[in-house]
């Protein structure tokens, strides 16, 4: 079994958080500064080198300024 970090649903969980990003116009900088973390951090997120936690999903949304559970449910609605 691959890990989920490689498969496609990852893939829409990080496309979802980047074009929230990009969308926000925050480099990825500026959203790790918001939550107290590096680039490197959010560039690991991006790409898919590092999986999220529920806690740390919504702490994103939130400095993204988007709504954590409508932001999940878009992503829901794009999984396999």
């Known amino acids: 079994m691959p890990k989920t970090i490689f498969t496609g649903d990852n893939k829409v969980v990080v496309e979802a958080i980047r074009d929230a990003r990009v969308s ?3 480099t990825q900088g500026e959203l790790g500064a918001r939550i107290g973390r ?3 951090h959010i560039s690991l997120i991006e790409g898919s080198q590092r999986r999220l936690d529920l806690l740390e999903f919504r702490e994103l949304a939130k400095a993204l300024g988007r709504d954590p559970v409508e932001l ?3 992503i829901s609605s794009k999984l396999s």
Do not use: N
């Open 72 to 74: 999940f449910a878009l």
């Open 38 to 40: 590096d680039q490197s």
């Open 24 to 26: 926000a116009g925050l």
